[in-house]
């Protein structure tokens, strides 16, 4: 895994887009640091603070000679986090060795390309559906992408569902495995 | 609950929206409140899955969890 703390001096300056090239590699991290509060703690707003903490820390994190300092200070606060949630429900903590592993994929043109080639081959309302999840620049609730298309809540899921799975097994045809185990 | 609603609820989950407290932080989706303990860890696995596939997608190689806390800082700058 590369040192991703070679973007840390700008971030510290307030560099937005040295930020967003952080985040594309710590963001899978983070997440997957988490699987293991996520029957109980819903980790998507988690790792979402978290990394807007370390955007607003960054200029006081001093290296300390090992790689990913930005990093490892993310994964403390998704944790504790985690953790304070759990402590509001009156539950434990689980085991940190419950972990799942930490994944790290460099960007990759021919899964990129794997991945466009199935979207494209999707039909109908499930396309549609996947569409707009993927392209709103708002960052919008399913349920105003569901009206925006004209469609219910379940509909819509279901849709998503369906282009789910297509999208899977398209690509499980061409040897790529999205599909994370709970 | 039935299939079809239970199925409703987690692949809501899947999205980055989140809803702001009125601290500002994020809360946790209405939908995963809704969901049993399997039902929230299918959730997270189908987001694991969702967010690699929006990365491999995206110029930048970021997911729409990745957007969505850019738009927040780009956001409070424009404030």
Same mark, same amino acid.
């Given at each position: 895994m590369s040192d991703l703390d070679h973007h840390l001096a700008a971030i510290? &300056? /307030?560099d937005a887009d040295a930020f967003a090239h952080w985040l594309a590699g710590a963001e899978p991290q983070v997440r997957a640091s988490l699987a293991r509060f &996520? /029957?109980?703690v819903?980790?998507?707003s988690v790792v979402q603070e978290s990394l807007l903490?370390?955007?607003?820390?960054a200029p006081r994190i001093t290296p300390d000679g090992h790689p990913n300092g930005?990093?490892?200070f993310c994964l403390r606060a998704a944790r504790n986090r985690a953790i304070s949630e759990l402590r509001k429900q009156g539950r434990q903590a689980p085991s940190p060795d419950a972990d799942a592993p930490v994944e790290m994929a460099p960007p990759d043109p021919l899964l990129r390309r794997a991945i466009a080639f199935c979207i494209e081959h999707l039909r109908?309302?499930?396309a549609a559906v996947l569409r707009a999840r993927l392209a709103d620049p708002a960052g919008g609730a399913d349920v105003d992408l569901a009206g925006s298309l004209g469609m219910s809540r379940n509909t819509f899921a279901q849709n998503l569902n369906r282009a789910r799975k297509q999208l899977t097994t398209c690509l499980t045809r061409r040897g790529v495995h999205l599909e994370a185990s709970p | 609950m039935n299939p079809r609603d239970r199925e409703t609820l987690i692949e809501e989950t899947t999205s980055a929206w989140r809803p702001q407290r009125p601290d500002g932080?994020?809360?946790?989706?209405?939908?995963f409140a809704d969901l049993d303990e399997d039902g929230r860890r299918e959730a997270f696995a189908r987001t694991r899955a969702l967010r690699a596939l929006e990365a491999a997608l995206d110029a930048q190689g970021l997911s729409t969890?990745?957007?969505a806390v850019l738009r927040r800082i780009r956001g409070a700058r424009s404030e």
């Amino acid at each position: 895994m590369s040192d991703l703390d070679h973007h840390l001096a700008a971030i510290a &300056a /307030g560099d937005a887009d040295a930020f967003a090239h952080w985040l594309a590699g710590a963001e899978p991290q983070v997440r997957a640091s988490l699987a293991r509060f &996520a /029957g109980v703690v819903d980790t998507e707003s988690v790792v979402q603070e978290s990394l807007l903490t370390a955007w607003q820390v960054a200029p006081r994190i001093t290296p300390d000679g090992h790689p990913n300092g930005l990093l490892r200070f993310c994964l403390r606060a998704a944790r504790n986090r985690a953790i304070s949630e759990l402590r509001k429900q009156g539950r434990q903590a689980p085991s940190p060795d419950a972990d799942a592993p930490v994944e790290m994929a460099p960007p990759d043109p021919l899964l990129r390309r794997a991945i466009a080639f199935c979207i494209e081959h999707l039909r109908g309302k499930p396309a549609a559906v996947l569409r707009a999840r993927l392209a709103d620049p708002a960052g919008g609730a399913d349920v105003d992408l569901a009206g925006s298309l004209g469609m219910s809540r379940n509909t819509f899921a279901q849709n998503l569902n369906r282009a789910r799975k297509q999208l899977t097994t398209c690509l499980t045809r061409r040897g790529v495995h999205l599909e994370a185990s709970p | 609950m039935n299939p079809r609603d239970r199925e409703t609820l987690i692949e809501e989950t899947t999205s980055a929206w989140r809803p702001q407290r009125p601290d500002g932080a994020l809360g946790p989706h209405p939908s995963f409140a809704d969901l049993d303990e399997d039902g929230r860890r299918e959730a997270f696995a189908r987001t694991r899955a969702l967010r690699a596939l929006e990365a491999a997608l995206d110029a930048q190689g970021l997911s729409t969890t990745s957007r969505a806390v850019l738009r927040r800082i780009r956001g409070a700058r424009s404030e």
